[in-house]
């Protein structure tokens, strides 16, 4: 018997006749087992696929469905045989068919052999002429059956495009010229299928209309995607205006894993403008979301993952700039990366991770959302490793990094990725993730108070910001000496506060236009207030401060500073847990300060568990750009308040 769901779900017995088997519910547990290739499916999975809202009732219902396959496969099977084909195992079912009695597999398998062995060519035409529409075309569109017709279509694709390859290297094609004609009218947006269809044109000695179908693809990704063709399409029209000898033998770059887009693509620009700072950093964001919907709508999941995964811009900051943008950049990303399936191509697997890892920082994360993004950060570092791939391991260390707030107290653990990123760019050549990785160092190095070493990191940025044109770095290390000043402002000798409160006046002029609006909102009143705290002053109240996204837990000191203690005390009550992210110890410690001045010792208390393994670090400063003096200052008051001192 043998079974096909290249198109409908469908089986045929011994003798060539058609297996009637019953309902619609019946086909799809069939094409669940399909699917599957031989393991077993848990009977928990089997009705969370088959229902969305399952019944009551559905397990019985799903024994039923199999009890009926099993007669309709296996009519002639006596009644205490044990099933052959659909066999049950632990706690579900498997489908025990050769790989051969399946189309689906037999098509896989033939890819397979195609891609090892040219000559096994023949078997891959044969295994295409075998798709008569989409994969499960009668299977409801549940989630599962998605991700499965999409990665079959993929394959499918790639036969097409591998056996015309092949023939093409072989000296043969000149009659491929219809077929791949309709394939890249159907597929517009799969560069190496324009590359084949003029090299078939070629063949067929017609180099103008050749040369016409790579202007029509430069134009269609261009004006319609705002890509250009990649180098490989590019280095084709240049053979077969020359007429190079070699064009005939040639393997496409296309054809060779971990090959990208052609250097000049929209995504590549958005990554050189996100550096330069200013508008151009925000014309970056927006040209690169429009990119990966582009992308997105084209339906090649190739192309998506590489668009999603190629903006891969160093990132030092926990709160995004856009969070509507980093929800659309991340849902994508899920999206695509369920597509391409457990057995996608590493590489984008890995850039996928590590886009969601670096995308997912937005404060208002669910804990869900936040344990996913954790897990993709670390998914992404092993597939990197995996791979040995310098660029993809910095990219994927950048998402662990901002995925390593998890709670107060881990400069030190966070200085270990940052010595690590800048070791890989050192050895590789990879100059912005140096830059990251000094930046790291630096934050870590002003978190742990260690003032000369983060200098040190701040001053070996700079010299390659300007050698690489990265104006943003000398915003942030303004900053960054500003919070020196006002650390200092405290020692004998040292600057005065209001030399420190200029400092950070003039620092906050050069970020307010740098397109970073996650990092500027509300971090010039948060410097003021951590240097009246580090002078035992009380919070500004100037109305006009715009508190942005720290306002919640500076609120009950600003209101102490007005004498509306009552008033405090209600926001103090209302203050939620502060966001895992650069900024965490300063909130904290706001709360601390605000509990023990109001003497509330529960909120201390919660302050103080929370701040424990932070002791020695100092609040604010892991931003590397504002401080409110040591933690341990702030944990000891609190411990008194809640009766531990």
């Not at 397990?59 to 496969?73: C, E, K, N, P």
């Not at 709508?297 to 811009?313: F, K, N, P, Q």
């Not at 890892?357 to 669910?366: G, K």
């Not at 500027?520 to 009380?538: K, Q, V």
């Amino acid at each position: 018997m043998r079974i096909d769901v290249l198109g409908a779900v469908r089986a045929f017995g011994d003798d060539g006749g058609p297996i009637d088997l019953g309902g619609p519910r019946h086909r799809e547990v069939l094409a669940r087992l399909v699917a599957s290739e031989g393991r077993m499916v848990t009977t928990d999975t089997l009705v969370d696929d088959l229902w969305t809202d399952p019944p009551a009732r559905a397990v019985g219902a799903l024994r039923t469905f199999v009890a009926a396959l099993r007669r309709a496969l296996e009519p002639d099977r006596p009644p205490r045989d044990p099933p052959r084909v659909i066999v049950t195992e632990g706690s579900g079912y498997a489908l025990h068919l050769p790989r051969e009695r399946v189309d689906a597999h037999r098509f896989e398998d033939a890819l397979v052999r195609a891609r090892r062995t040219p000559a096994a060519v023949t078997g891959l035409a044969s295994a295409l002429a075998s798709w008569r529409g989409p994969a499960y075309a009668d299977v409801p569109a549940s989630a599962w059956v998605q991700r499965e017709r999409a990665r079959l279509e993929e394959w499918r694709l790639e036969g097409v495009e591998l056996r015309a390859r092949i023939l093409l290297d072989s000296g043969e094609g000149a009659d491929l010229v219809a077929e791949l004609g309709a394939h890249v009218a159907e597929h517009p947006w799969r560069e190496p299928a324009w590359g084949l269809l003029a090299r078939a044109l070629h063949r067929a000695g017609r180099q103008a209309d050749a040369l016409a179908a790579l202007r029509r693809a430069r134009t269609m990704l261009v004006d319609q995607l705002g890509i250009d063709p990649g180098a490989e399409l590019q280095r084709l029209e240049t053979d077969i205006l020359n007429g190079s000898d070699h064009l005939e033998g040639t393997r496409p770059a296309w054809a060779v894993p971990g090959v990208r887009l052609g250097p000049r693509t929209t995504v590549e620009l958005a990554r050189t403008l996100a550096l330069a700072g200013g508008d151009a950093l925000v014309h970056s964001r927006r040209d690169r979301l429009a990119a990966v919907q582009a992308a997105e709508r084209t339906g090649d999941l190739s192309l998506t993952a590489r668009i999603i995964g190629a903006y891969d811009v160093p990132a030092i900051w926990s709160r995004a700039d856009d969070p509507g943008q980093c929800r659309a950049v991340v849902a994508a990303a899920e999206r695509t990366l369920a597509a391409l399936g457990s057995d996608g191509p590493a590489d984008l697997s890995a850039r996928l991770l590590a886009t969601i890892a670096v995308e997912s920082r937005s404060a208002d994360l669910s804990e869900t959302e936040s344990r996913r993004a954790q897990e993709a950060a670390r998914q992404a570092e092993s597939l990197a490793r995996d791979l040995a791939d310098p660029a993809l391991l910095a990219f994927a260390l950048n998402g662990v990094f901002l995925q390593s707030f998890s709670r107060p107290g881990l400069a030190a653990a966070r200085d270990g990725i940052g010595a690590e990123i800048l070791d890989l760019a050192t050895r590789y050549g990879l100059p912005n993730y140096a830059v990251l990785g000094r930046l790291i160092r630096l934050q870590s190095a002003s978190a742990l108070g260690d003032l000369d070493a983060a200098t040190s990191h701040a001053e070996a940025a700079e010299r390659i910001a300007a050698t690489t044109e990265a104006p943003l770095v000398p915003v942030l290390t303004d900053w960054f000496r500003a919070r020196v000043a006002a650390a200092r402002s405290t020692e004998p000798g040292g600057p005065t506060a209001a030399t420190a409160a200029a400092r950070y006046r003039t620092a906050e002029g050069a970020l307010q236009s740098a397109g970073m609006p996650g990092l500027h909102r509300g971090l010039f009143p948060l410097a003021l207030l951590g240097l009246r705290l580090l002078h035992d002053r009380p919070a500004p109240t100037d109305p006009r401060l715009d508190w942005g996204p720290y306002r919640p837990w500076t609120h009950p000191l600003v209101l102490l500073a007005q004498d509306r203690g009552e008033e405090a005390r209600a926001a103090l009550a209302a203050v939620p847990e502060p966001p895992r992210d650069h900024m965490q110890e300063a909130m904290w410690c706001l709360i601390a300060r605000a509990a023990v001045r109001l003497t509330e010792p529960a909120v201390a208390a919660r302050a103080a568990t929370a701040l424990r393994d932070a002791r020695a670090e100092h609040a604010g400063a892991a931003s590397g750009m504002v401080t409110l003096g040591p933690v341990s200052r702030y944990l000891t008051e609190a411990e008194a308040c809640a009766g531990r001192g």
